[in-house]
């Protein structure tokens, strides 16, 4: 007999698999939720036939994802401005009680690693949802392309080209090393000391000269609606924003696994900043979510 505490001991690799996929804590909890739903709506006589129940449960969710991607593609061509995948923080800044306002069970965080950075999930949102999946399925949690092929709903060779396809995109975006979480944490706090003491010549020094910086406000906060492009372009924003903002404390935080920094004003987060950072030490990316409704982990009960 299938005990609840088995079923329920699934959930966190459900809601890790989930996340990737999606991109969205929200929407991974709502999968996951799915899933159990279908596991639920079944006799008991039906579950018991189920010889894995972890393996029933991560097809289910897969599939949801799967349906759910699609869905997410025509919403986002909606969404008000730049989309960007919603940030985490580390396990030890998780605050229990913000995610869904019922508290957050350490066994359901999400486990922080290089498949979760901001840059590998922005290069997921390029990917076909096929792609994803296939990705997400064999090359992070290693599933067999047979078992990738029962769910995406097409032959292991087709899969196999699927995630072929996405280590392709992921390749492209990825040319130059990554430079250690600790390397990466002394450029970021360069960026916050420069950003704070408004030093122009500091924070230039430290941006690629072709870098990149997104915001994401949903219609919800204040941010660009485009990409700002160029070091020059970049720090003048950023000195604008240290100029006339209310004020405030700018926090390090690890942001899906990377430093990171994170805006606290009036006793809520504001913002969460994610980097991607070369070889060379220059800030090649950032991405600043202020969408309040991606913000829910970072606040506090």
Same mark, same amino acid.
């Given at each position: 007999?299938?005990?609840?505490? #088995?079923?329920?001991?699934?959930?966190?690799?459900?809601?890790?698999?989930?996340?990737?996929? =999606?991109?969205? =804590?929200?929407?991974?909890?709502?999968?996951?939720?799915?899933?159990?739903?279908?596991?639920?709506?079944?006799?008991?006589?039906?579950?018991?036939?189920?010889?894995?129940?972890?393996?029933?449960?991560?097809?289910?969710?897969?599939?949801?994802?799967?349906?759910? +991607?699609?869905? $997410? @593609?025509?919403?986002?061509?909606?969404?008000?401005?730049?989309?960007?995948?919603?940030?985490?923080?580390?396990?030890?800044?998780?605050?229990?009680?913000?995610?869904?306002?019922?508290?957050?069970?350490?066994?359901?965080?999400?486990?922080?690693?290089?498949?979760?950075?901001?840059?590998? =999930?922005?290069?997921?949102?390029?990917?076909?949802?096929?792609?994803?999946?296939?990705?997400? =399925?064999?090359?992070?949690?290693?599933?067999?392309?047979?078992?990738?092929?029962?769910?995406?709903?097409?032959?292991?060779?087709?899969?196999?080209?699927?995630?072929?396809?996405?280590?392709?995109?992921?390749?492209?975006?990825?040319?130059? $090393?990554?430079?250690?979480?600790?390397?990466?944490?002394?450029?970021?706090?360069?960026? !916050?000391? $420069?950003?704070?003491?408004?030093? &122009?010549?500091?924070?230039?020094?430290?941006?690629?000269?072709?870098?990149?910086?997104?915001?994401?406000?949903?219609?919800?906060?204040?941010?660009?609606?485009?990409?700002?492009?160029? #070091?020059?372009?970049?720090? @003048?924003?950023?000195?604008?924003?240290?100029?006339?903002?209310?004020?405030?404390? &700018?926090?390090?935080?690890?942001?899906?696994?990377?430093?990171? +920094?994170?805006?606290?004003?009036?006793?809520?987060?504001?913002?969460?900043? $994610?980097?991607?950072?070369?070889?060379?030490?220059?800030?090649?990316?950032?991405?600043?979510?202020?969408?309040?409704? !991606?913000?829910?982990?970072?606040?506090?009960?």
């Amino acid at each position: 007999m299938t005990t609840l505490s #088995a079923i329920m001991s699934e959930r966190r690799q459900l809601l890790n698999l989930a996340y990737r996929m =999606l991109g969205s =804590l929200a929407d991974a909890e709502d999968a996951v939720q799915e899933t159990y739903a279908r596991w639920y709506a079944m006799s008991p006589a039906e579950r018991e036939a189920i010889r894995s129940p972890g393996a029933w449960l991560t097809k289910v969710a897969s599939r949801v994802c799967l349906n759910l +991607l699609g869905s $997410a @593609r025509a919403r986002r061509e909606g969404y008000v401005g730049e989309w960007v995948p919603e940030p985490l923080p580390d396990s030890a800044e998780w605050i229990a009680g913000a995610a869904g306002g019922v508290g957050v069970d350490p066994a359901d965080r999400i486990t922080l690693d290089e498949s979760v950075t901001m840059a590998f =999930l922005v290069v997921f949102e390029s990917m076909t949802p096929a792609e994803r999946v296939a990705f997400v =399925l064999h090359d992070v949690f290693r599933y067999p392309f047979a078992e990738v092929a029962e769910i995406v709903g097409r032959s292991p060779a087709a899969c196999r080209q699927l995630a072929s396809s996405a280590r392709r995109r992921i390749a492209a975006t990825r040319a130059e $090393a990554s430079p250690s979480a600790a390397r990466q944490a002394g450029v970021v706090r360069r960026f !916050k000391a $420069a950003w704070e003491a408004r030093d &122009i010549e500091v924070l230039l020094s430290l941006l690629d000269p072709d870098a990149v910086a997104v915001s994401d406000g949903g219609g919800r906060a204040i941010a660009r609606l485009l990409p700002i492009e160029g #070091a020059e372009q970049i720090a @003048r924003l950023y000195l604008t924003i240290a100029r006339f903002s209310p004020p405030r404390a &700018i926090l390090e935080r690890t942001v899906n696994g990377l430093p990171g +920094l994170v805006i606290e004003a009036g006793g809520r987060i504001d913002t969460v900043c $994610a980097f991607e950072v070369g070889d060379d030490d220059r800030i090649t990316r950032i991405w600043a979510v202020r969408n309040p409704d !991606k913000l829910r982990p970072w606040q506090l009960s």
